[in-house]
Nanobody, 127 residues
Framework: QVQLVESGGGLVQPGGSLRLACEAS????????IGWFRQAPGKEREPVAC???????HYADSVKGRFTASRDNAKNTVYLQMNSLKPEDTAVYFCAAGEAGSYYSVCFVPLSAVELWGQGTQVTVSS
């Protein structure tokens, strides 16, 4: 079964850190770009970090300098390290796979064009 499974979410205080993982099963991530998206209550899902198959990255301005995407193809897993978390980072975080190696294939296309999504993991930043 082809799927993406996120893990690592939770409750953290402002200024804290979390590392999310997105593990693929049923296919190899080697040739796929991965996007990390988030959706807060009442808001649209938005891309926050993108990583290409060659590990080039792109970040939303709101997380630049605080979030880092990386990949471990041996583990078929992509990570999102989130530091200096803020209450406004609270959201459900999703990973998604692009149909090509360029992160444009997942982060710069309509959400409806992205076929493979994980189930999401909740991140809550609160004191």
């Amino acid at each position: 079964q082809v799927q993406l499974v996120e893990s690592g979410g939770g409750l953290v205080q402002p200024g804290g850190s979390l590392r999310l993982a997105c593990e693929a099963s049923g296919f190899s991530l080697d040739d796929s770009a991965i996007g990390w998206f988030r959706q807060a209550p009442g808001k649209e899902r938005e891309p926050v970090a993108c990583i290409s198959s060659s590990s080039s990255t792109h970040y939303a301005d709101s997380v630049k300098g605080r979030f880092t995407a990386s990949r471990d193809n041996a583990k078929n897993t992509v990570y999102l390290q989130m530091n200096s978390l803020k209450p406004e980072d609270t959201a459900v975080y999703f990973c998604a796979a692009g149909e090509a190696g360029s992160y444009y294939s997942v982060c710069f296309v309509p959400l409806s064009a992205v076929e493979l999504w994980g189930q999401g993991t909740q991140v809550t930043v609160s004191s």
